[in-house]
């Protein structure tokens, strides 16, 4: 490899191009991202417990710098019909996007990347002479929509909608509050991702929101309904908007994740839906995975993605199955929130397909028993 072309500047992009250069020092590398520098959109990044754990077996230094930043908690908190479930053993952690990709900014300009903010690629014809062309540039990615034939690509929306907030609020867990009201089943996903602030997403099925009024409602005014909404789970906070409009949440998969010598990362390849906490993880997974590919193959690139997505794929099949299942289970809350709050969390917890009883009682003792207290007994 000698020149190596990076397009987007997201965590994925910056870590690759930054763990490329410090591994291949003689190679030049570049990163074309629009928007300005210290720029982002949304708040905090959610990793489950175990998920540095494969960022620190192939790369500690980077995972060390990323969890001294982090925000740390063990279980997970449900609020249904205004009573509170505790999930203990269910440990997640948050950074802030905007520190996060800080921190990968650093690393890759310490290791000698170009880093070219404000830039905006406007076609795939302005990397020719690139060895290498990396689309780390997300889910309205130029690369992948340049070839949608090429890599056999797929889009679908859900029908549900979606906001993304952050708030003054500190929550001491990532918590789920669902609420009925008088236009529907609404749920908010929160949690913190730094000493002062939170992550505050706010859902629900597309006839609530229409219910609601959302389609008719301004920026602030849509702000302004949903900390109505929430008003005692914000508890005196407002809501804080940054490009925080209503979105459907895109399905994206591609059946072929190279083409020529251009390769996919992160959302520019797959998404996985936001309520398993996955996309950054699975974004810096495929850089690991792409870097020993190319690494493994240093003569030929076309071979080498190919490799890369021979060996990555399956992995990402299964988690992303997992996160299908689980946004099946939110586009039916409504009917979920017909059970008690025991039960409502017990069908949460196992909505993935991928956490029996057995399990559970492992992993959540606490919660387990509370859950057989509430069984009917059987008659003598």
């Known amino acids: 490899m ?17 763990l490329w250069k410090r ?32 960022l620190r077996a192939d790369d500690p230094e980077t995972a060390d710098l990323v969890t001294a930043r982090m925000e740390t908690w063990s279980d997970i908190t ?13 440990g997640f952690s948050a950074i802030g996007r905007l520190d996060l990709i800080l921190l990968l900014t650093e ?21 020719d002479g690139y060895d290498l062309v990396v689309a780390a540039d997300g889910v309205n990615s130029l690369v992948r929509r340049a070839f949608e034939g090429d890599f056999q690509t797929s889009l679908t929306y859900l029908d549900e ?10 929550f001491e867990t990532l918590t789920q509050t669902f609420v009925e009201t008088e236009f529907g089943a ?8 730094s000493p002062t602030m939170s992550t505050f997403i706010v859902e629900c099925d597309r006839e609530s929101w229409l219910k609601a009024g959302f389609d008719q409602l301004g920026p602030e005014d849509s702000k302004a309904r949903c900390e109505a909404i929430f008003a005692e789970t914000l508890d005196g906070h407002g809501l804080v908007a940054n490009k925080s409009t209503w979105r459907n949440f895109p399905w994206i998969w591609n059946g072929r994740w190279s083409h020529s010598n251009m390769v996919l990362i992160g959302d520019a390849l797959h998404t996985a839906h936001y309520s398993i906490g996955s996309g950054t993880r699975l974004a810096l997974e495929d850089v690991l995975a792409l870097v020993k590919a190319l690494e ?8 080498a993605l190919e490799h890369y997505q021979a060996e990555r794929q399956p992995v990402v099949e299964k988690l992303v199955r997992a996160a299908r299942e689980s946004a099946g289970w939110y586009a039916d809350v409504p009917k979920h929130m017909r059970l008690s709050p025991v039960d409502f969390a017990h069908s949460y917890i196992t909505r993935s397909g991928r956490i029996d009883d057995e399990r559970l009682r492992s992993m959540s003792p606490r919660f387990m028993q509370r859950y057989d207290a509430s069984r009917p007994r059987p008659a003598a």
């Open 107 to 127: 690393r890759a300009r310490a290791a000698g990347v170009e880093l070219s903010f404000s830039t905006t690629v406007q076609s795939v014809s302005e990397l």
């Open 186 to 193: 609404f749920n908010a996903h929160h949690y913190r991702y």
């Open 2 to 18: 000698k020149r190596v072309a990076v397009i987007g500047g997201g965590p994925g992009g910056l870590y690759f191009a930054g």
């Open 78 to 90: 449900l609020v249904h019909r205004g009573e509170s479930v505790a999930l203990d053993g269910v």
């Open 161 to 170: 909608k979606f906001a993304w907030f952050g708030t003054t609020k500190r």
């Open 296 to 303: 493994a193959h240093p003569g030929d690139v076309r071979d």
């Open 23 to 54: 591994r291949h020092p003689a190679d030049v590398v570049k990163v074309f991202e629009h928007n300005p520098e210290g720029a982002t959109f949304g708040f905090g990044v959610v990793f489950s417990a175990k998920a540095m754990d494969f």
